[in-house]
């Protein structure tokens, strides 16, 4: 079994910048890869960012880059992500997703508010 436990999130004004971490415990001695997700309200799930646990390879969508950053602690089994440059619209549940031996799992989601 796996558990992920978020936390970071909150409200923040446009242009500000906010870090969500994303720690996991349990089973994780196979982890392929960490990210993030978002949903806002009446939209589908979003990918945001993902990095590849074995060579730290990085993955964003094309909503984010240039503004937010994925990284991870090995020994921690952390993922992070730093969000700079917030707009209104990137106001939305972020969930940290890990695949763990084929399998994903999903973090309980922590609310990000960007006001404008």
């Known amino acids: 079994q796996v558990q992920l436990i978020e936390s970071g999130g909150g409200l923040v004004q446009a242009g500000g910048s906010l870090r969500l971490s994303c720690a996991a415990s349990?089973?994780?001695?196979?982890?392929?890869?960490m990210g993030w997700f978002r949903q806002a309200p009446g939209k589908e799930r979003e990918f945001v960012a993902r990095i590849r646990w074995s060579d730290g390879n990085t993955y964003y969508g094309d909503s984010v880059k240039g503004r937010f950053t994925i990284s991870r602690s090995n020994a921690k089994n952390t993922v992070y992500v730093q969000m700079n440059s917030l707009k209104p619209e990137d106001t939305a549940v972020y969930y940290c997703?890990?695949?763990?031996?084929?399998?994903?799992?999903w973090g309980q989601g922590t609310q990000v508010t960007v006001s404008s």
């Open positions: 349990g089973r994780t001695f196979s982890t392929y890869a």
């Open positions: 997703n890990a695949r763990i031996g084929g399998n994903d799992y």
